[in-house]
C-alpha cells in the first residue's frame, strides 16, 4: 500500500508539474510551498521512523526514511529553482 502511494503520488506529481508548466509559467509561491513542505516534512518523516511512530514493518521505516531523503532533495532543488528565476 505504501509503495502504491509513493509510485502514484511521483507519478500524478510529475503530470501536474508538466502539465502546469506547458500552461503557463508556475507560480512562484506555489513552487515555495512544495520547497517549504519537502523541507519541513523530511524531518518528520525521519523521527516517525527512527521512533516507530507509525504502525510499519521495519521495511516500511527504511522506506520512509529514503522518501525523508527524497523530500530534501525535492526541496532543495526547488529553493534552487526559486533562486534561479
Keep these: 500500500m505504501l509503495l502504491a502511494g509513493g509510485v502514484a503520488f511521483a507519478v500524478l506529481g510529475a503530470g501536474l508539474v508538466l502539465t502546469l508548466s506547458r500552461i503557463r509559467v508556475i507560480p512562484r509561491a506555489l513552487v515555495g510551498g512544495f520547497a517549504a ?17 507509525l504502525p510499519l514493518s521495519a521495511a516500511g521505516n527504511v522506506a520512509l526514511i529514503i522518501a525523508g531523503f527524497a523530500a530534501v532533495v525535492l526541496g532543495i532543488w526547488q529553493v534552487n529553482a526559486l533562486r534561479r528565476s
Design 37 to 53: 513542505s519537502n523541507l519541513l516534512l523530511a524531518p518528520l518523516a525521519w523521527v516517525a521512523a527512527a521512533l516507530h511512530w
